[in-house]
């Protein structure tokens, strides 16, 4: 079992910059890759970012060149860096840990970020 702990969320101005962070514990296998994802009200839950073991990334088109996806292997943790937010980034965001082999996807419990206008 691996458990997921988000923390960072909150409420900001449109322009602005937030910090996710996503703390990983349990059975920690080295052979994985995590991500951000992120649901709207009424809206399916989306791919923000994903990132490997080896810190290979992608990225949803909506995000490129504002979001930075990170991570400290050392300290299994996870990092979402957001900057020039938008209303339309509104939305509760979850870290998933993907286990490559056997593969099983873990959630966190959801962190909300909210942009104003």
């Known amino acids: 079992q691996v458990q997921l702990v988000e923390s960072g969320g909150g409420l900001v101005q449109a322009g602005g910059s937030l910090r996710l962070s996503c703390a990983a514990s349990?059975?920690?296998?080295?052979?994985?890759?995590m991500g951000w994802y992120r649901q709207a009200p009424g809206a399916q839950r989306e791919l923000v970012a994903t990132i490997t073991y080896g810190g290979s990334t992608n990225y949803a088109d909506s995000v490129k060149g504002r979001f930075t996806i990170s991570r400290d292997n050392a300290k299994n943790t996870m990092y979402l860096q957001m900057n020039s937010l938008k209303p339309e980034d509104t939305a509760v965001y979850y870290c998933?840990?993907?286990?490559?082999?056997?593969?099983?996807?873990?959630w966190g419990q959801g962190t909300q970020v909210t942009v104003s206008s």
């Open positions: 349990g059975r920690i296998l080295g052979v994985n890759a």
């Open positions: 998933n840990y993907h286990r490559i082999i056997a593969p099983t996807d873990y």
